[in-house]
């Protein structure tokens, strides 16, 4: 199948096969699944401009999906996420000034493809994805040793417990106001400006890398605000919805969005996203962040492979 706005022909099944694997983990883990999204888009043939921006538009969505029935679990800090999106979209915009700035101009009319551009955003995938992959591996490990020294378990299906946990209580000791309080999220004061450092660097990323960045926000939150997991993954997604629409538009408006591609891959994203959802209410947080490790490896791998496939053809 060709879409014609990106100039990109596309197998139809395997972009549904991809929104639904995406959305199964965008539900399960509360990102919007650009680690492994942009990659596959990239791996078929999908400029980087445009990657980036059908990327969000298809998170869009599927987001929406998936909050709704978070929403529905309990598992939605509704102030947490409105403060976050105050922060998101300053971060967004200067992503995509970013994307812009190194996209190189058309030619008649037809979008050429830029290898600085490819080595920027690919390149910072990378790095960013492997860094939070390692940091939640030894996360994980320690507090495994945490639990078997200390004799503590999860407390049921929905327990959690961090061995980085001095973190947050840190970040949540900082004098620096306003504060808010949380408490949905047990909470009971926090700084602002934490709160908007880290949704206008996940929006940052969200900009310049495409989707909704979850993938940093969602362990940010965990590991520096001190949210609950469960919170954390539900409250991300809907913050999603924010961050990756209003990405969408900013990415529309400079011609970087391939709608038709985006609405093909919805169309596995939405039951995927469902799905995923509805498992976390079986899983205890330590497991979920356990389970989230592998995916950053895989989605940089698949860009190593990507880079790598690009620097033989120059």
Same mark, same amino acid.
């Given at each position: 199948?060709?879409?014609?706005?990106?100039?990109?022909?596309?197998?139809?099944?395997?972009?549904?096969?991809?929104?639904?694997?995406?959305?199964?983990?965008?539900?399960?883990?509360?990102?919007?699944?650009?680690?492994?999204?942009?990659?596959?888009?990239?791996?078929?043939?999908?400029?980087?401009?445009?990657?980036?921006?059908?990327?969000?538009?298809?998170?869009? !969505?599927?987001?929406?999906?998936? @909050?709704?029935?978070? %929403? =529905?679990?309990?598992? &939605?800090? /509704?102030?947490l996420g409105v403060l976050m999106a105050l922060g998101t979209v300053g971060g967004v915009e200067l992503g995509a000034q970013l994307i812009e700035w190194l996209k190189p101009k058309p030619i008649n009319g037809i979008a050429q493809k830029s290898f600085v551009l490819d080595c920027a955003v690919q390149?910072?995938?990378?790095?960013?994805?492997?860094?939070?992959?390692?940091?939640?591996?030894?996360?994980?490990?320690?507090?495994?040793?945490?639990?078997?020294?200390?004799?503590?378990?999860?407390?049921?299906?929905?327990?959690?417990?961090?061995?980085?946990?001095?973190?947050?209580?840190?970040?949540?000791?900082?004098?620096?106001?306003?504060?808010?309080?949380?408490?949905?999220?047990?909470?009971?004061?926090?700084?602002?400006?934490?709160?908007?450092?880290?949704?206008?660097?996940?929006?940052?990323?969200? !900009?310049?890398?495409?989707?909704? @960045?979850?993938?940093? %926000? =969602?362990?940010?939150? &965990?590991? /520096?605000?001190?949210?609950?997991?469960?919170?954390?993954?539900?409250?991300?997604?809907?913050?999603?919805?924010?961050?990756?629409?209003?990405?969408?538009?900013?990415?529309?408006?400079?011609?970087?969005?391939?709608?038709?591609?985006?609405?093909?891959?919805?169309?596995?994203?939405?039951?995927?996203?469902?799905?995923?959802?509805?498992?976390?209410?079986?899983?205890?947080?330590?497991?979920?962040?356990?389970?989230?490790?592998?995916?950053?490896?895989?989605?940089?791998?698949?860009?190593?492979?990507?880079?790598?496939?690009?620097?033989?053809?120059?």
């Open positions: 199948m060709i879409f014609p706005i990106s100039g990109v022909e596309i197998n139809p099944f395997g972009l549904v096969a991809v929104g639904f694997f995406v959305g199964l983990l965008g539900g399960f883990f509360g990102v919007g699944g650009s680690f492994l999204a942009g990659p596959a888009l990239s791996a078929f043939g999908v400029p980087t401009n445009f990657m980036v921006g059908t990327d969000l538009a298809h998170i869009v !969505g599927k987001s929406i999906v998936a @909050a709704r029935k978070h %929403r =529905m679990l309990g598992n &939605i800090d /509704l102030k390149g910072t995938f990378v790095v960013v994805l492997l860094a939070i992959s390692s940091f939640m591996a030894l996360e994980a490990y320690r507090t495994w040793q945490m639990t078997r020294r200390q004799g503590t378990a999860a407390a049921g299906p929905r327990g959690d417990h961090s061995a980085y946990g001095h973190l947050a209580r840190r970040v949540q000791r900082l004098p620096l106001g306003p504060f808010v309080s949380l408490p949905t999220s047990g909470i009971p004061r926090i700084s602002l400006g934490a709160i908007l450092v880290v949704s206008f660097v996940g929006g940052m990323f969200s !900009g310049f890398l495409g989707g909704g @960045a979850g993938y940093i %926000r =969602m362990p940010a939150m &965990i590991y /520096l605000l001190g949210i609950p997991t469960h919170i954390a993954v539900g409250t991300d997604l809907f913050e999603i919805i924010v961050s990756a629409g209003y990405g969408t538009w900013s990415h529309a408006m400079k011609g970087n969005v391939d709608i038709m591609i985006a609405l093909v891959m919805h169309t596995g994203a939405a039951l995927g996203a469902q799905i995923g959802a509805t498992l976390t209410q079986y899983f205890g947080g330590p497991r979920i962040r356990l389970a989230f490790i592998p995916l950053p490896v895989l989605g940089a791998g698949i860009m190593i492979y990507k880079l790598a496939t690009g620097l033989a053809h120059h």
